[in-house]
Every structure is written in C-alpha cells, then in structure tokens.
Nanobody, 122 residues
Framework: QVQLVESGGGLVQAGGSLRLSCAASGRTFSSYAMGWFRQAPGKEREFVAAINWSGGNTYYADSVKGRFTISRDNAKNTVYLQMNSLKPEDTAVYYC???????????????WGQGTQVTVSS
C-alpha cells in the first residue's frame, strides 16, 4: 500500500513557475514508477509526465515538453514536478500516481494522491 500526498499548488501568473511535490508513504517507494496527471474542469484526466523507479527514464506530454521537469528523490520518498513558463491552459488539479511501469495510461497506476490545484492567470 502506498499513500501519496501532493503539495505546492497555487495561483501564479502566466510565465511563472511552480514546483509540485508528492510525498509517498511506505518503504517500497523506490520500486514504483511515478506519474503526474492533471484534470481541468469539464475535461478528462490527462497524462503530464512520468518517471521510472530509478529516475533514469522520463516521459512527457507534448504540451509540457521543454517546460516541465519530473524528478524523484528515493531517499526522501518524493517525486517532483518543476513547472516553468506556465500558461493559463496549464490550470488544473494535478495528481501524482504510483504504478509498476512509467506509462501514459491512467489504468497503469494503482495509487493516486488527492490532487493539488494549480491556477495560472493571464
């Protein structure tokens, strides 16, 4: 069992930056791939970024590539999402998730956090 708690969301102006954190409980964090997803009002939850268990492989949605960076610190049981050059269309609730494989697909993840709101004003 893994419990995930996101933090770091907030209100930021377009062009600004935020860093999201996702703290995981349990001793097996380093064995899980981690992903970040987001859901805007009235839209489906979508993939943002993923990282494998070691941090050696990362994957990004085209919409955030070059602006967002996913990373992890297995010693701290934490995964991060550094978000730069934020746009109003990045406004959403951001969720972290844990699963066996780094994947674009929601169904590949077994554990989810409660989400953190990111709002980007124009």
């Amino acid at each position: 069992q893994v419990q995930l708690v996101e933090s770091g969301g907030g209100l930021v102006q377009a062009g600004g930056s935020l860093r999201l954190s996702c703290a995981a409980s349990g001793r097996t964090f380093s064995s899980y791939a981690m992903g970040w997803f987001r859901q805007a009002p009235g839209k489906e939850r979508e993939f943002v970024a993923a990282i494998n268990w070691s941090g050696g492989n990362t994957y990004y949605a085209d919409s955030v590539k070059g602006r967002f960076t996913i990373s992890r610190d297995n010693a701290k049981n934490t995964v991060y999402l550094q978000m730069n050059s934020l746009k109003p269309e990045d406004t959403a609730v951001y969720y972290c998730a844990a699963g066996a494989h780094a994947s674009w697909y929601l169904d590949e993840y077994n554990y989810w956090g409660q989400g953190t709101q990111v709002t980007v004003s124009s």
